[in-house]
């Protein structure tokens, strides 16, 4: 089993910055993907960035330019780095771990991201 705990989120003024953490731990099987979902109410939950390794990320269109995902292998911890913040980013982040081969996912339990003045 694999437990992720995320860490960074909370209020933010728009264009401001923060970084969200997700470390994981457990059993963890290579390869595997790790990326951030968000849902924001009454919304379904998309796809924000995936990161297998640092040369190989993805990102939602969106976000593409203002966010930058990176990861610590050794660490097996996942960050998202999130600038010029918009209100409409405004949502629970949540982790994710993917298990490539077995196409098990894992997830975190969230963490809250509030852009506004």
């Known amino acids: 089993q694999v437990q992720l705990a995320e860490s960074g989120g909370g209020l933010v003024q728009p264009g401001g910055s923060l970084r969200l953490s997700c470390a994981a731990s457990?059993?963890?099987?290579?390869?595997?993907?790790m990326g951030w979902y968000r849902q924001a109410p009454g919304k379904e939950r998309e796809l924000v960035a995936t990161i297998i390794s640092n040369r190989s990320t993805n990102y939602a269109d969106y976000v593409e330019g203002r966010f930058t995902i990176s990861r610590d292998s050794a660490k097996n911890t996942v960050y998202l780095q999130m600038n010029s913040l918009k209100p409409e980013d405004t949502a629970v982040y949540y982790c994710?771990?993917?298990?490539?081969?077995?196409?098990?996912?894992?997830w975190g339990q969230g963490t809250q991201v509030t852009v506004s003045s």
């Open positions: 994710n771990m993917r298990r490539i081969v077995a196409r098990l996912d894992y």
């Open positions: 457990g059993t963890i099987f290579s390869p595997n993907r």
